[in-house]
Nanobody, 121 residues
């Protein structure tokens, strides 16, 4: 069974940091691009970041660029999202996904259940 389990969310004050992790099982992890999206009540779902099969190619949304950094450890089947200088606008449920061969076909993505990040002002 394919499972993605996200962790690391919590409650922090503005300016603080968190590191999210998403560990995958049931897939050949190093054959998948990995990414993060977030969704907050009343706001549109937003793609945050993704990383291809190695650290050589990454994407970060303009809203988080310079503050968030995605990385992966293929030996641990884990993708990370280091979030620094958190802002109240970052409050959301963060979901990780796995994209086979980085093809970008959403219908083929595997999704985790998400982890809640709450940033207070």
């Amino acid at each position: 069974e394919v499972q993605l389990q996200a962790s690391g969310g919590g409650l922090v004050q503005a300016g603080g940091s968190l590191r999210l992790a998403c560990t995958a099982s049931g897939i050949s992890f190093d054959d998948y691009a990995m990414g993060w999206i977030r969704q907050a009540p009343g706001k549109e779902r937003e793609g945050v970041s993704f990383i291809k099969m190695t650290d050589d190619s990454t994407y970060h949304a303009d809203s988080v660029k310079g503050r968030f950094t995605i990385s992966r450890d293929n030996a641990k089947n884990t993708v990370y999202l280091q979030m620094n200088d958190l802002k109240p606008g970052d409050t959301a449920v963060y979901y990780c996904y796995a994209d086979p061969m980085a093809r970008g076909a959403r219908d083929l993505f595997t999704w985790g259940r998400g982890t809640l990040v709450t940033v207070s002002s």
